[in-house]
């Protein structure tokens, strides 16, 4: 089999990533050509994002994959976090510069909007997740703001459909993209018209949904003359990069679940139906859109976020890595102080340090009282929530879990790894680490027809990365730390 080349872009929410798949032999490779920082902008007390400076980064590593290989890629696509998005005139140009999704503009939005409809029937409706970042109470907000931007926009698109836009000039949504807004309704396959009706907004600046692997068109002339990539064809890949990257885990049959771990924590599992039920309610458990006509039935936590906004505090005074914090957290006192990483206070605070501190002090706990302690606390803490995550799980879904896949980022904390397989008390493999931008990579090539099915693609990547195995471990020591983790949540 001859290689064929694949061009992935890979955008979270702290950097974005051009990434150079190939596909040979049953095997795929990867390689990363540019790098570069993402964040949002604080503009008069409003968090943005810099949409332009991003397609600027992306057309660079579409100019370094030109220098780089001697054939054009056979397809790119673009992969994003979740949710935001941005709004368009009718002439086609942007309404601004698109929110973030931790801008406060939505503190409180989510009871307001259930004076319109309540809980259990948006939840019904759509079998989403409630947090207050999701795109219905992100659009609710700017109704309670009388956004002039109501007045005079034509297209909403959702992050990735914005790149796809200045790709190509066509307007479309994708599957797995659509799902993460909780204005899609998976029993109608449609936007919900009861929800856009109690926004007061129409349901027509919503776009086409398409399944992943559908072609987007061609690259424009003059991006192609401009980066000299040609115009190959854009594709629509999973395009929410939890959709990518639980379409490379590398497994098969029922009885798993995963993790996509990095700023977030995306725990779950693949289902063919949605579960929406009173207890998935309950529990607050999600239903998105996944590659193969799937969903992905999880709950979103926080991930390594935590850790993240420690270390900027931290290395103010001492550059500390990654590997340097996980390191000192490995010889620290084991469960010290116990915290829930989806604490509120957690979620954007000026100082996490200070944050956790005074977590611990209204929990009645022992406060870490340096980096080392601290980082224990947060990987002790996501792997405890990851179990009561599971616990919640195996209540709403019918077979049985007997391996963890850890996917993403996360993956190189191998600490957290293990910690995950102690809390759950199930063995864990991890990897592959850019799962995200493999997924991308390989939904691609499904579209394009080199590749014949998801089972397929799965089959391809197991076969090409070296997978870590961890084994649960003080078992005993964990269940008793567990206990402890539900007496503070309670």
Known sequence: MKPYHFLGFDLGASSGKTVLGTLQDDKISTKELHRFPNGVVNILGKLR?????????????????????????ASIAIDTWGVDYGLFAADGNILGLPYGYRDARTDGMMDEFFKIIPRDRVYELTGIQFM?????????????????????VSDLLFMPDIINFFFTGNKKTEFTFATTSQLYNPCKKDWDDELFAALGISKDIMQEIVSPGTLHGNLSENIASETGLEQVPVVATASHDTGAAVAAVPTAGKDWAYI????WSLVGVEAKEPIITDQSLEFNFTNEGGVGETFRVLKNCMGLWPMQQCRKVWSINKKLSFDELTKMASSARPFGAIID????????????????RQYCKKTGQTIPDNAADMTRSILEGLALKY??????LKQVYPHPISRIHIIGGGTQNRLLCQFTANATGIPVIAGPVE???????????????????????????ANSFELDNYQPQAIEKWDAAYERFLNILQ
């Open 49 to 73: 994002w810099n949409i332009i400076e991003l397609y600027e980064n992306i057309k660079q590593g579409m100019k370094v994959c030109a220098s780089e290989i001697t054939t054009k890629p």
């Open 132 to 152: 207050q970042l999701n795109t219905i109470f992100q659009l609710y907000s700017m109704v309670r703001a009388k956004s002039p931007l109501l007045r005079i």
């Open 260 to 263: 996509s771990s990095g700023t």
């Open 341 to 356: 990483p989806d604490h509120p206070g957690f979620l954007n605070p000026p100082d996490m340090p200070e944050a956790i």
């Open 387 to 392: 179990r009561f995550i599971f616990d919640q």
């Open 435 to 461: 799962a995200t931008a493999i997924g991308n990579i390989m939904v691609q090539a499904m579209g394009l027809g080199l590749v014949e099915s998801h089972a397929e693609i799965r089959n391809i990547i």
